[in-house]
């Protein structure tokens, strides 16, 4: 005896409404590990500068800088490697006073103290204050910014390397050692924080 016509209708919506996932699921498991394996998330490169000539990068960096020459350069590089912090200044080689070596604590951490400490000392008694300040303001905001140029032409600049092992987390406190030199009160009384070198650039240890 045949069924009814919506009888059959009701049936076939019950054998066929969900469908068999498992083969689907197990290919995704497959596949989403392999992407895995495959992407890399983070990668040191170099990346190119184009000075900025509010920033220093206009070539003359004398007139009242004191001894710097116009056009010198500081060259300041921080080598991020798996035992230490090496610092050089003025194309400085290992043995030479421009050069610095900040090695881990005994606990194995990185010192950012005293990688915070040379840095003020390079800043303080190497680039010295700045020759020029120039006072923007923002005409939409009305916020007002500072630009200084130093007797160094890249005086704003530190180049930092690090090898490929050395973990994100580490370049980014490095980056929070560089952010604050001092804060100074402006006349209106707000508070204008001064980087300690306001250009950081990455680059890779080869």
């Keep these: 005896m045949a069924f009814q016509p919506s009888k059959k209708a009701k049936l076939l919506f019950r054998d066929y409404s969900e469908p068999d996932l498992v083969p689907l699921m197990n290919i995704m498991l497959i596949l989403i590990p392999l992407l895995v394996s495959i992407v890399s998330f983070i990668q040191f490169a170099f990346l190119q500068y184009n000075p900025n000539p509010a920033a220093g990068g206009e070539g003359a960096g004398?007139?009242?800088?004191?001894?710097g020459e116009a056009g010198e350069m500081l060259n300041l590089v921080l080598n991020i490697t798996e035992n230490s912090f090496q610092i050089s200044v003025l194309n400085a080689l290992p043995g030479s006073p421009n050069y610095f070596e900040i090695p881990k604590l005994e606990n194995g951490r990185y010192n950012y103290t005293g990688l915070k400490d040379r840095?003020?000392?390079?800043?303080?008694?190497?680039?010295?204050?700045p020759i020029e300040t120039k006072e923007t303001i923002d005409p939409l905001t009305r916020q007002i910014?500072?630009?200084?140029?130093f007797r160094y032409a890249d005086g704003n600049i530190i180049n930092i390397s690090a090898k490929n092992e050395i973990p994100w987390q580490v370049c980014t406190r490095v980056l929070d050692v560089i952010r604050e030199y001092e804060v100074k009160t402006l006349p209106n009384g707000a508070k204008l924080s001064i980087p300690l070198f306001a250009e950081p650039v990455f680059g890779q240890i080869q």
Excluded: P
């Design 119 to 129: 840095l003020m000392y390079i800043r303080k008694e190497i680039v010295k204050d």
């Design 145 to 149: 910014s500072y630009t200084m140029r």
């Design 62 to 67: 004398g007139g009242g800088g004191g001894s």
